[in-house]
């Protein structure tokens, strides 16, 4: 019988022998790879942390103790050993999430899975802790590359300062976050890799002394007390233990018994204490091992023997930025890239290696990034800030105060904008088009194509004094849409074929080809409707009101938050000028979105075109007095679909 089915809780792990340990931790590995082959996932990561996440478990007592994880996505190895082992839904609707989750276990702690964020949660539980009089213990395990993240080391400051408050640090050191992690902090944890001498030296020297007779007790005494500066000199942790954190380490993180060794002594100390453990991204598993680009750091489906893919898809939206912004690197010797630890992810790889002194890469830090994109423009060059939509939010104040306030040229390019579904409610990209419409001077691009990911970046980079956005899907970019005619600088999708049309229909972004579709179940219903794309979608096009104004009803419809989105800012456009033309926006309620699947969400929230056309023909039949005593309106919309 498998080990691993016989796990249902941690205390489970507490009469398993070191063999049997030793066996469960393969059992995993050979799991999370046939798992996550058949439903896509963090493979990479979680093949890393298999013995740090037993041993974890063997020393502390979840959940009465926290055990906190940064970033979630290598959680997977901890929701088996707290009896989720049913992963045939992995990131599906009705799934595992592919993070931490309250609503799963009551082991979950921080469903957040950005980067950066765990230490200040376990400095507030340890407060609280103690506040309370708790004897509750928690732990943090962040990875060298959350290190890079301003964040953890101002929770850092924070915890040092309380030497009397137990809470243990483990530092998951595998030289990467998404690719190899970079930076000053990474040479500084590679040197604390590739020095052991001191523990040694210490121990060697203190063996001799103690045999020298009269003078050795003496020296070595002095020589300990001396300590930090021979610890400066031969393994310079002293960087953690001059803010005051006890520093246990390195230790290897795949050997169970120095693994549970340091993390008890760790839990015995009454302050706070940084565990240093070395990983391998990918472990056990020879096709992560070979993929020098990120060790599998999240794969879609593939063959668990090979590490193919099973399938492939058609460009993806990344891929065509990626692709032009290497045709503007060589156009353009002033135009330069900024990524945050994600290089590939957002399709940066091609100009870094076509460009290398062009690239910066500020480790997972987006404020410094958005900041250094200023200085940056004010040098001189135009920096290209390539990010995933939900982690432009960490950068506001950066965007707002010092790239528009500063009149700075900086293109800020947007990945995964809009519902993206499997990774959950921190990964949608659904607030940026919202927070961004109040910074004043910035402009920003929808594009509903590839063609027009081309165009629109090339005109983001062409101005030079105000922040400027592009922001586009997760996944495959679909075929062309082509306009039939511009008005003002909107590209016109359909055009209504009558003088007095029933509805303007504004189309943001990748949603042209649904509006599109819902165009024509209107016209089922003799209901005529343009179809517009603003393609800049701040500041309103000047042209939106005169033609709002031939219209009866307006109607937006966007892959973000209805809140301060695209359609709070029509509507305001047609009051500033004098429009009173009733106006419906479709876009994502105020809430936090399931994983599922990009479509399944897009249902759920109403966000499909027989959704949308069903209430359009409402609103009009209202206008044309056809309701029922109900208030129904009269409309065949799922007929007409059919």
């Known amino acids: 019988m498998p080990l691993l089915t016989r796990i249902t809780g941690p205390r489970d ?99 957040n899975s950005h980067a950066s964020t765990v230490l200040g949660w376990a400095d507030g539980i340890a407060k609280a802790n103690q506040v309370l009089d708790r004897d509750d213990h928690v732990v943090a395990v962040i990875g060298d590359g959350a290190l890079t993240g301003g964040m953890a080391w101002e929770a850092l400051n924070n915890i040092a300062a309380a030497k009397d408050r137990p809470l243990v640090i483990v530092v998951n050191d595998n030289e990467r976050s998404y690719a190899p992690t970079i930076g000053g902090l990474a040479n500084h944890l590679a040197t604390l890799r590739t020095t052991d001498g001191y523990e040694r030296f210490l121990a060697r020297t203190k063996e001799v002394l103690e045999r020298t007779p009269v003078v050795g007790r003496p020296l070595y005494d002095t020589l300990h007390g001396a300590k930090k500066g021979l610890k400066d000199f031969i393994a310079p942790q002293g960087m953690f233990e001059d803010l005051g954190l006890k520093y246990v380490g390195p230790i290897d993180g795949h050997d169970l018994e120095a693994l549970e060794s340091a993390l008890t002594r760790a839990k015995r100390f009454g302050g706070p204490v940084i565990v240093h453990c070395l990983t391998e991204k990918g472990r056990g598993y020879q096709p992560a091992l070979q993929d020098e680009a990120d060790r599998f750091h999240a794969v879609g489906k593939i063959h668990p023997d090979t590490g193919l893919p099973i399938s492939t898809s058609g460009a993806d939206w990344t891929s065509v930025f990626g692709d032009e912004m290497l ?97 959950g409610a921190s990964h949608n990209g659904m607030w940026d088009m919202s927070i961004l419409q109040v910074v004043p001077g910035l402009r920003l691009a929808a594009p509903r194509d590839a063609d027009q990911v081309r165009a629109q970046l090339r005109e983001a980079v062409a101005v030079d004094d105000a922040p400027t956005v592009v922001r586009f899907s997760k996944g495959a970019v679909g075929p062309a849409v082509p306009a039939v005619g511009r008005v003002g600088g909107m590209d016109v999708l359909r055009a209504p074929g009558t003088d007095t049309p029933d509805v303007l229909l504004v189309s943001v972004g990748a949603l042209a080809p649904m509006c599109l579709e819902v165009a024509g179940l209107l016209d089922k219903q003799g209901i005529s409707t343009t179809v517009v794309d ?46 009173d033309v009733p106006l419906r926006d479709f876009g994502i309620p105020p809430r936090f979105l399931d994983h599922a699947s990009r479509a399944e969400v897009l249902a759920e929230i109403g966000l499909t075109a027989p959704d949308i056309a069903r209430q359009v023909t409402g609103l009009v039949a209202k206008l044309d007095g056809r309701y029922d005593r109900t208030g129904a309106a009269v409309d065949q919309v799922e007929a007409a679909r059919d």
Request: proline share 4%.
């Open 327 to 423: 045709k503007l690197g060589k156009e353009r010797e002033d135009v330069v890239a900024i990524t945050a630890a994600m290089l590939q992810p957002v399709g940066l790889d091609k100009f870094a290696k076509a460009f290398p002194d062009r690239v910066y890469d500020v480790g997972i830090a987006e404020q410094h990034g958005a900041v250094s994109a200023a200085g940056l423009a004010h040098g001189g060059v135009h920096p290209v800030f390539a990010v995933y939509a939900t982690f432009l939010n960490r950068a506001f104040d950066q965007v707002l105060m010092d790239v528009a306030l500063h009149k700075c040229g900086v293109t800020f390019v947007l990945d995964r904008a809009g519902v993206t579904g499997t990774d």
């Open 13 to 111: 792990l507490d009469r398993l022998s070191l063999e049997e340990l030793t066996r469960l931790a393969e059992e995993i590995r050979t799991f999370l790879v046939d798992a996550v082959s058949k439903t896509g996932g963090h493979l990479g990561p979680n093949l890393g942390v298999v013995e740090l996440t037993l041993a974890l478990h063997r020393v502390f007592e979840s959940p009465k103790d926290k055990v906190l994880w940064d970033t979630g996505h290598q959680s997977y190895v901890h929701k088996l050993l707290t009896g989720r082992q049913d992963f045939s839904k992995l990131k599906m609707k009705g799934g595992l999430s592919g993070y931490p989750s309250k609503a799963e276990s009551e082991h979950d702690v921080i469903e």
């Open 534 to 579: 603003p393609r800049w979608v701040k500041p309103v096009d000047e042209a939106m009101a005169p033609l709002a104004e031939r219209h009866r009803v307006v109607v937006t419809v966007e892959d973000n938050s209805r809140v301060g989105g695209v359609g709070s800012a029509v509507a305001q456009a047609l009051r500033d000028a004098g429009v």
